[in-house]
Every structure is written in structure tokens, then in C-alpha cells.
């Protein structure tokens, strides 16, 4: 590591960049370190920064939602990922979609080419004992690395296991079968989608639930998080859970027949081009033989051609309510400052904001200026204090951004009202602390 740096971030993901970003763009040297391509995960296949492997798409771009508030944050501080994204786009109706290979390359270049950046390309198996350090090794920390945090830390890490979708080849889908549209005609017909008779849907159920599975580990216990489940443990609760989750058909209509299908598989464009899609909401941990075989009995895929099987991986997160301050600061050592997966908190855009913030602490701190608390009234300061405060009850859980992390108003009598309510204050919210900042 350079000894010229004022700070360190290790990994070089979504958070790890944007934490980079932040501090070079303060005119702070910093030292960005990645094990990869040298040592790769079960995830990763490009040593590129900020690969994205579970979808392409960063979730909807509306300020009306939750998410797409968040993005407005993170715009407003100059984010690095939104950038990229916006330059590699790729259509997904109201959500933000991206070529994966185009974005990471896009990230990968702007920072190499910063002249406050220094790249080193190894694994880290510790710390370094002095320095400002921002640990953003995300979900699939390495195993050296767990265990010095495990040690640091004085316990052991909390963990869940994420599932990714198969990648098949557009021109390998039955056209005459599936067709373009969007739910009620709103918007662009941004995604394929493959339509089930009742028959064709209870066969596919049952073939997903008796399929094999790919076998986990003697260390590793079965914890699932409900927001990347993986579809066959989604067949498993009950007949009807697909077609009231990711297969539902509702505001559609199938062209050859002028009905509303039983069910619907959707995919969504993973390119720029469209000659990749993604198979929305099938994250799996089905052998790549089952998948084969189960995934090719939706109507339309019959001759499917797989670019990516689906996989699924450990993911690590720490106990960040027993050991993180809202500044993502380590309570016992400040200089220490976690971000992204890591932490707790989850989704790409949510990791990339908690990398946000951590990186303008760490190059407040480099200056010798106190670290920023943003207030939970806006998103990012609502990601921080899930990240740092005891939940009410039960296990500290990953959490994605939601109106449910900011505060309520209570006032408004209607949904519509409580969400434009909460949506003034954390513009507000947000506003006076940047203003502070800058």
C-alpha cells in the first residue's frame, strides 16, 4: 500500500468505489486495494470494479419511491456508479438497467485514471494498523480477511446466502411464444415476457420443487433473505406464492390468445443490445443440469441457451448495530470506517450510498474535519441508522431501502399522502445537510 496515502479502501465493488471516488475527488490521495482478478469469489468473473452479479438492474429511478429518492441523494454528492449507469443504460421500463460489462468498465476506468488513486491488485488478509481504512469488501469477504475481522470484531460473522439468475441468449427464445410488453401498456415494452396455461404452470412448479439442488457446505447453515429468494424455495410455500410473486400475470395480456395468462416468466434486456436477457426473479440454487431441463419447460424457452446458470453464495455482513457509529465509523477505533454489503445493509444502490458516505468521512477525517451525520430523516442518514442501532426486536437483518427506514407521518390520514409527506422531509432533510457540508 502506498505510504503516501491518507486513506485505504479495500474492495473495490460498488461501495469500495464509491468510497474511493469520494476521497479522491476531495484531492485526498487514496490507496484502492482488490484481490481480484488475482483471487476471484464464487460470484465474480471479471476483475473489473463494481461487477455486478446478481442483476443489472439498480432498482427504479422515480424520486416518488423510495429508491429513486436515494438516487437523488446520491447524485447531488457526485456519485461515481450513477454516472456510469446513466452512460450504459439500457431500457427496463421505470427501472434503472444497465450493461453489466460496459458500467463496470466505466467505473473500473475513471478511477484507474484519477491521478489521487493507486491501485494494487491483492488480497487483503488485514487491516492496516495505522491509517484511515474503509472496509468495503462486501458480501464475499474472503476468507483471511473474515477471520482478522472475526478476531477484530470479537465474534463471529452474521451471514445469509444470496441467489443469482441465469443469463439466456435472446435470439434462443421462441418469439412466436414470448412477446414484448409492460404491464397495462404504461411505458415501454421493456420486457419479454413468457406466458403459462394452468397446466403448463403447476408442471413447472412441480418439476422446481423436486429438482436438485446444489448442496451447501457442512460449515454453512441454510439462512435465506427474502428479498433474493431463490424461486424454488418460493414453489416449495404453496401452489399459488409464483403466481402471486415473480410469475404473476396481472396487467397483461398474451397476444395470440387476447387473455390474461395463468402466469408470466419475465426477462429483462442484461445489454445495451439485447442479445442477453435475464431471467427476473429466478435467483436458484438448482444444480446447472436442473436448471437446464426445468428453466427449458417455460413456454418460449423450450430451446433456451444458457450464457450464466443461476449460482448461489455465502454473503457476510457484520453485526453493525453492536459495532458501527452512524458515521459508519468502528466504535472502538475511528479511524475504522465500514461500507456497503458489509455492514448490513442491502442492494446495489445501498451499498453504493453507505460507500458514499463512508468515503467523504474518511477524507473529513484525512483533513482533520469531524465525520458527517446525516440525519435519518433523509436516506442515506436512514441506511446509517440501520446500519448502527439496535433493532426493535429479533436479529439485526439486512435491510434495502424502503419508506418503512424513514421516519413516519403519522399526520397524513392517506398512503399517498404519508409518502409525499415523507418525501418533503427528506428532501429538506438532505438539503440542510449538504449545505452544512459544503
Same mark, same amino acid.
Given at each position: ?24 475527488? /476531495? ?11 488475482? /483471487? ?10 463494481? !461487477? ?97 475481522? /472475526? ?91 409464483? +403466481? ?15 387473455? +390474461? ?34 428453466? +427449458? ?7 433456451? !441457451? ?25 466504535? +472502538? ?16 444502490? !445501498? ?88
Amino acid at each position: 500500500m502506498s505510504a503516501a496515502s491518507a486513506v485505504t479502501v479495500i474492495g473495490a465493488g460498488l461501495a469500495g468505489s464509491e468510497a474511493a471516488w469520494q476521497v479522491a475527488q /476531495a484531492g485526498i490521495d487514496v490507496t484502492l486495494v482488490e484481490m481480484r482478478p488475482q /483471487a476471484t469469489t464464487p460470484a465474480h468473473s471479471t476483475g473489473h470494479f463494481a !461487477e455486478l452479479v446478481c442483476s443489472n438492474s439498480l432498482g427504479s429511478d422515480r424520486e416518488e419511491t423510495a429508491p429513486g429518492l436515494l438516487k437523488g441523494e446520491m447524485r447531488a454528492l457526485g456519485s461515481l456508479v450513477l454516472q456510469c449507469a446513466t452512460r450504459w443504460r439500457v431500457p427496463a421500463g421505470q427501472a434503472l438497467a444497465v450493461d453489466r460489462h460496459r458500467f463496470s468498465a466505466c467505473i473500473t476506468a475513471a478511477l484507474e485514471a484519477h491521478p489521487r488513486v493507486s491501485v494494487v491488485r491483492r488480497e487483503a488478509t488485514e487491516i492496516p494498523k495505522e491509517g484511515i481504512v474503509v472496509v468495503a469488501t462486501g458480501p464475499l469477504t474472503s476468507e483471511s480477511l473474515s477471520r482478522h475481522l /472475526a478476531d477484530l470484531l470479537g465474534e463471529e460473522h452474521l451471514f445469509f446466502f444470496d441467489a443469482a439468475s441465469p443469463i439466456i441468449e435472446a435470439d434462443s427464445v421462441d418469439w412466436s411464444v414470448a412477446f414484448w410488453a409492460s404491464r397495462y401498456g404504461r411505458g415501454e415494452a421493456d420486457y419479454a415476457n413468457c406466458p403459462m396455461d394452468r397446466e403448463d404452470y403447476l408442471a413447472f412448479c412441480e418439476a422446481l420443487v423436486k429438482a436438485e439442488r446444489v448442496p451447501l457446505h457442512g460449515f454453512e447453515s441454510m439462512k435465506l433473505f427474502e428479498a433474493c429468494m431463490p424461486v424454488e424455495e418460493l414453489a416449495g410455500r404453496g401452489v399459488d406464492t409464483l +403466481r402471486y410473486g415473480p410469475l404473476k400475470p396481472v396487467g397483461l395480456l398474451d397476444p395470440r390468445t387476447g387473455q +390474461r395468462p395463468y402466469a408470466v416468466a419475465q426477462l429483462r434486456k442484461e445489454n445495451r443490445e439485447g442479445t442477453l436477457l435475464n431471467l427476473v426473479g429466478f435467483q436458484t440454487r438448482l444444480t446447472w443440469p436442473e436448471q437446464r431441463k426445468v428453466f +427449458r419447460m417455460i413456454p418460449g424457452l423450450q430451446n433456451a !441457451e444458457f450464457v450464466r446458470y443461476g449460482v448461489m453464495h455465502r454473503n457476510t455482513y457484520i453485526n453493525g448495530p453492536a459495532h458501527l457509529l452512524p458515521t459508519l465509523q468502528l466504535k +472502538r477505533d475511528g479511524r475504522i470506517l465500514f461500507a456497503g454489503q458489509i455492514t448490513g445493509v442491502e442492494g446495489y444502490m !445501498e451499498s453504493a450510498a453507505t460507500g458514499i458516505v463512508a468515503g467523504i468521512n474518511a477524507a473529513r477525517l484525512a483533513t482533520g474535519r469531524g465525520p458527517v451525520v446525516w440525519p435519518p430523516g433523509c436516506c442515506l442518514g436512514a441506511l446509517c441508522q440501520h446500519a448502527s442501532s439496535p433493532p426493535p426486536a429479533g436479529d439485526y437483518q439486512p435491510k434495502g431501502m424502503s419508506f418503512g427506514l424513514l421516519p413516519p407521518c403519522l399526520e397524513a390520514k392517506r398512503k399517498e399522502e404519508r409518502r409525499r409527506c415523507q418525501i418533503q422531509l427528506a428532501q429538506v432533510s438532505f438539503s440542510e445537510t449538504l449545505k452544512r457540508l459544503r
